[in-house]
């Protein structure tokens, strides 16, 4: 079997577990949180076998076109990170792993229901925008043994930026007591935006589906919906999600319902909401800004261009300092620093995703 | 009175920017700020920020509000005077905050660590008791030797009714956050230093071609000071396909008129002579220039020959008896997939390759047999003749120039500093936590026997769980330690 069987499985699991965590978390029978570690771990084991046999057959590539390299070198630019695809899956990758150490240190299976779906919203996009999957050969700018240090770094520290939004979500979803909270009103529309971006790619991947594989999604990124050329589809698509987002409001509060008496407390999820961070920030400082810095310096002549993927990564950068200092300095606890949590996370998606999507910039080899 | 209002207006002024509040203002200002200039594109000519700005706004007010935002300075928005102006107040808020926060964590620091009375040790989250069969002395000994070997500094007390150890370790663990905001201010001050003593520029050097000179952005010429020059640019491709594999220069530095460097440079490694440094940043076609052809000729016998040739004209093999001409030349030769004849599918040099016309003369060939052959510089093999006699064709020399992006950065030597300091000082404050470790040992008499009582409590900023498996180790340590030394009593 090669490498996508592998990722196919893996991809298949995580949508599973994903849907075991939410019943568990509706239905409370530990059985089903317990087929759900299994089948994550089952995914986790799947995932990590596929990307060793990419590694081994972009290493093949990278040796048949370069035979001159040695070990070491060949092994470093055979590394599955050369592309959006590769990071996405490396990005769901770390944040199972991350998981599982939670699920394992804190003893319990409820953070799940929160993760699993930001793994499963990562693979969705994967096919939903119609990115290249294939080995691509690597393009001179990358061939620096920073790539691999880089990226490794910056999607752990993504991955953990990743676990605190879950964590943070949760934490809102129970710490909220009413509609007219703003801290209720801020997650739910959060949420709501999230998921009508994802579902209206879905639908421009389906009704584009014509487009080749290659097409850059630019093209037709929410063609089908809010930028139809119909006047008629884009009212319905706002008027749709308005809807969309007012039900999601109106009936939000009823999560909390479901969380309160299983076996997670506020208190454990802001601890992990900040712990998280106290991970991701110092990995993404050091792999994402210094490294990046280094390396741009060696390869573009500058270590910092105000390039848009710099810059929202200072941005991203900016906000979590700001909820550090706010919860460790300032004393900020609970709904306002869990909102700058969320923030945070908004930051690395649109530094991950939409700097590939809408800005040009110097990164443009991470794009679809 | 005079004297008066301006320490007021100091100490107004030191407590406006030792404010925390400001801090964290300033830092989402930034953010928010930071935004404008990754939608706008930053120092483009205006049409393509006029077309956006039209999305946005209309065609009408579009070339207002374009004006409007060039005298924000939303064109050229990180060196604005107001994001400047931000960067200037976050530098002063940063160092004001630490200098006021600093001689508190420093008394913190070198407070002394004291023992822990009976009824806080009870309260302690982290705690862990045992009974070990030994005497006080061997256990106080034995305990000491077991937190030094994990690096505690250790400390003893004499308590009523026995002995207390107390023992910390990385309470400098405390000082990282400011070793993290100095790389910032190092990182600022780098950058500074490159703004006032460095350069940016480029310049395009045609095959062969040299300069003593680069450009700015804005053309102004910056003399270098020796002469750089380009010998050959060459893509090379990932084998069997169009996409690029490297791009590649062989630049000569030219100092007193003595060549003093030669490298040859590619993406990712760059070529720095007297602190300013050539970088691989584009290639490009040189427009109706003529180049010279370069062809390497081997013999079936192994002679070898490298010749540089023009259009029309003519070489020889000797041994062969074969005569050639170039006659054409193509960038990018390709097959037209639908008729199957050559075509030339690109501007740029794809898949150079040169058409020779061969006529052979000599008693095998009865006269004079002519045939023209096109050799591909990415394909060897179409360099084969008849007879086991080789052409190669090298490069068609002198088309195309390399772009270099050239810069001089005195800051870039702070920056890798900043950048150490900073991992460092990210390192301690967020992985390292400050540990500490009380012992009390109570001697007990049950029977003929001496056992001691041991009560460890610990507390740690961060990683409980590492603290909780630390103290179980320098327990077992130590208990073992303990039991080995009993045997040798008796």
């Keep these: 079997m090669d490498s996508s069987t592998f990722f196919s499985i893996s991809t298949l699991s995580y949508f599973i ?36 046999l990419r590694w081994v057959d972009s290493y093949n590539l990278w040796v048949s076109t370069t035979p001159s390299t ?67 050969p690597l393009i001179p700018a990358l061939q620096s043994n920073w790539l691999l240090f880089h990226v490794f770094l910056s999607f752990i520290g993504y991955a953990a930026f990743g676990v605190s939004f879950a964590a943070a979500l949760a934490y809102l ?10 801290a209720y009103i801020f997650w739910s529309i959060t949420v709501g935006i999230f998921l009508i971006v994802l579902i209206a790619m879905g639908i421009d991947y389906l009704s584009m589906s014509t487009a080749s594989q290659g097409d850059f999604i630019r093209n037709y990124f929410l063609k089908a919906t809010f930028k139809s050329s119909s006047g008629g589809v884009v009212t319905l698509s706002w008027v749709l999600s308005i809807a969309f987002i007012l039900l999601l409001w109106r009936y939000g509060l009823g999560l909390k319902k479901i969380l309160t008496g299983l076996a997670i407390t506020k208190n454990m999820l802001e601890e992990i909401e900040y712990k998280s961070i106290a991970i991701g920030f110092p990995l993404f400082s050091i792999g994402g800004l210094i490294m990046g810095a280094i390396w741009a310096n060696s390869a573009w002549g500058t270590y910092w261009s105000w390039d848009p993927k710099e810059v929202w990564s200072l941005i991203t ?17 609970g709904k306002k620093v869990a909102v700058l949590a969320l923030i945070g996370f908004i930051g690395v998606v649109f530094t991950y995703l939409g700097v590939n999507l809408f800005l040009s910039g110097l990164h443009a080899y991470g794009g679809l | 009175m005079a004297d008066k209002e301006k320490t007021n207006i100091f100490d107004r002024l030191w407590s406006f920017f030792a404010s925390l509040k400001l801090a964290i203002v300033l830092l989402l200002l930034l953010a928010v700020t930071s935004i404008i200039g990754t939608i706008i594109e930053q120092n483009v000519e205006p049409a393509r920020n006029i077309q956006l700005l039209s999305k946005i706004f209309g065609v009408e007010a579009a070339p207002t509000v374009y004006n409007i935002f060039v005298k924000l300075g939303f064109m050229d928005m990180y060196h604005s005077w107001w994001y400047t102006t931000l960067l200037t107040l976050f530098s002063l ?165 003595r060549e003093v460097l030669k490298k040859q440079i590619e993406v990712n490694s760059p070529l720095t002579y007297k ?90 060939h009865q006269g004079e047999k002519k045939f023209k052959g096109w050799i591909l510089k990415r394909y060897p093999e179409t360099g084969i003749l008849p007879g086991g006699h080789k052409i190669e064709f090298i490069d068609y020399w002198g088309v195309e120039y390399t772009g270099l992006q050239v810069s001089k950065d005195p800051g870039v030597v702070i920056i890798y500093l900043a950048s150490i300091v900073m991992s460092i000082g990210l390192y301690i404050a967020f992985f390292m936590s400050h540990k500490k470790i009380w012992v009390r040992l109570i001697p007990e008499t049950s029977g003929r026997r001496n056992s001691v009582r041991v009560i460890i409590a610990g507390s740690a900023s961060k990683n409980r769980l590492a603290l909780e498996r630390q103290i179980e180790h320098i327990l077992s340590r130590a208990s073992e330690a303990m039991e080995q030394r009993q045997p040798q009593k008796k």
């Design chain 2, 93 to 257: 808020n940063l160092t004001i905050c630490s200098l006021e926060k600093f001689p508190k964590t420093w008394r913190l620091v070198k407070k002394p660590l004291t023992p822990l009375s009976e009824n806080a040790m009870k309260n302690m989250l982290i705690k862990k008791e045992a009974t070990i069969k030994t005497s006080l002395n061997v256990a106080k000994d034995e305990f000491l030797n077991s937190l030094r070997a994990s690096r505690y500094h250790v400390f003893e007390a004499t308590e009523d009714n026995g002995v207390q150890l107390y023992s910390q370790k990385g309470n400098y663990t405390r000082l990282g956050v400011y070793i993290v905001h100095c790389s910032i201010l190092l990182i600022l001050a780098g950058a500074i230093i490159g703004a006032r003593f460095g350069f940016d520029g480029f310049i395009n050097l045609p095959e062969g071609g040299a300069s003593s000179v680069v450009y700015t952005n804005s053309g102004e010429p910056i003399p270098l000071g020796f002469i750089i020059k380009c010998n050959w640019y060459d893509t090379r491709y990932y084998i069997g396909t169009d996409t690029p594999q490297e791009f590649q220069s062989e630049l000569v530095i030219i100092d007193d008129g």
């Design chain 1, 173 to 182: 979803v129970m710490a909220t007591e009413s509609r007219t909270e703003r």
């Design chain 2, 275 to 364: 602190g300013i440094t050539f970088y691989q940043s584009s290639y490009g076609m040189i427009p109706d220039a003529i180049g010279e052809f370069i062809l390497k000729i081997t013999s079936r016998s192994g002679n070898e020959k490298t010749m540089h040739l023009q259009f029309g004209d003519t070489f020889e093999i000797p041994e062969a008896g074969i005569k050639g001409e170039i006659v054409d030349f193509s960038p990018a030769l390709g097959r037209d997939p639908q008729t199957g004849q050559l075509v030339t599918y690109a501007e740029t040099m794809v898949n150079p390759a040169v058409a020779i016309e061969f006529s052979m003369k000599g008693e095998a």
């Design chain 1, 17 to 52: 577990a994903m849907a075991l965590y939410i019943s568990y978390v509706a239905f409370r029978k530990s059985a089903i949180a317990i087929t759900a570690t299994t089948v994550m771990i089952l995914g986790f084991f799947f995932q990590s076998i596929a990307l060793i």
């Design chain 1, 317 to 333: 950068w900016l906000i979590y300092a700001g909820y550090l200092h706010a919860r460790f300095v300032a004393g900020w606890r």
């Design chain 1, 70 to 136: 040695t070990f070491i070198e060949s092994i470093l630019r055979g590394a599955p990170l050369r592309n959006l695809y590769e990071s996405l899956v490396f990005f769901v990758w770390c944040l199972v792993l991350i998981h599982l150490i939670i699920e394992f240190k804190y003893k319990t299976r409820t953070l799940g229901a929160f993760v699993m779906p930001v793994a499963a919203l990562a693979l969705a996009f994967i096919d939903v925008s119609g990115m290249s999957k294939e080995i691509q």
